[in-house]
C-alpha cells in the first residue's frame, strides 16, 4: 500500500508540480528567480538545499493543481444533474447545447463522466473499484487511473497558459498551450475509458 501511494505521489503529484514550475519560468524565464531573490549562481552553490526544497514545493504546486480539478469535478457533477433533471426546459429555451459541451468539456475525460455516459452507477462502481483493490486484482486498472489523473493535471495547467496567452495576443504560445492541452485532454480521457473497461471486464470475467 505504502509503494502505490509513493508511486501516486511521484507520477501524478510531483510532475504535476514539476510541469507548472517549467511552464512559469517558461512564461516569466529570470524574472521568476528574481521575484524569489533566487539567482544561479544560488543555485549552484546550494544544490543540495536546492532539490531538498523543490521537492516538496513541487508536491505542494501538484497538490494545488488537483485541488482545482477536483473543484471542476465538482462543477461538472452539478452542470450533468441539471442537463439530466431540466433537459426538456433546456431544450425550449435553446440552450441544451451549451450544458451538453460544458460537460464534455468538463467530464468527458473524467472517469465519472464516462460513467454517467454509460448510465453505470458511480456508487456501485467504486464499490467494485474497492473490493478489487482489497483482493489485490486491481494492479493493471490502477495503472490507468493515475495515469488518468496525471493527464487531467496536465491539461488543466495548459488550459490555464491558453487562457493568459489568449488574452495576451500571443498567438504562437496560445496555439501551443491549446495544442498541448488537447493532447493532455485526449490522453486523459482514453486513460480513463481504458480504466472503466478494465473494471467491468474484471467483473465479466468472475
Not at 544561479?40 to 538545499?49: E, F, H, R
Not at 471542476?72 to 425550449?92: A, F, N, T
Request: glycine residues 4%; aromatic residues 16%; positive net charge.
Amino acid at each position: 500500500m505504502t509503494d502505490k501511494y509513493t508511486v501516486r505521489d511521484f507520477l501524478v503529484y510531483f510532475i504535476t508540480g514539476l510541469f507548472l514550475l517549467l511552464t512559469l519560468l517558461y512564461r516569466f524565464g529570470i524574472s521568476f528567480l528574481e521575484f524569489f531573490r533566487i539567482t544561479q549562481t544560488d543555485i549552484k552553490d546550494n544544490s543540495a538545499l536546492t532539490v531538498f526544497l523543490l521537492i516538496p514545493l513541487l508536491y505542494i504546486l501538484g497538490h494545488i493543481v488537483h485541488a482545482i480539478d477536483m473543484l471542476l469535478l465538482k462543477s461538472g457533477q452539478y452542470i450533468w444533474k441539471i442537463k439530466e433533471k431540466d433537459s426538456l426546459k433546456l431544450k425550449k429555451l435553446k440552450i441544451f447545447w451549451i450544458f451538453i459541451f460544458f460537460n464534455f468539456i468538463i467530464s468527458g475525460n473524467r472517469v465519472t463522466g464516462i460513467l454517467n455516459e454509460k448510465r453505470q452507477n458511480r456508487g456501485t462502481f467504486w464499490k467494485r473499484v474497492h473490493e478489487l483493490r482489497h483482493e489485490n486484482k486491481s494492479s493493471n486498472s490502477e495503472y490507468w487511473y493515475l495515469m488518468s489523473d496525471l493527464h487531467k493535471g496536465l491539461a488543466l495547467i495548459c488550459i490555464a497558459w491558453t487562457i493568459l496567452y489568449l488574452c495576451e495576443y500571443d498567438k504562437i504560445n496560445t496555439i501551443i498551450s491549446a495544442t498541448l492541452a488537447f493532447l493532455f485532454w485526449i490522453r486523459a480521457g482514453h486513460m480513463a475509458k481504458n480504466f472503466v473497461s478494465t473494471i467491468n471486464n474484471t467483473n465479466e470475467l468472475e
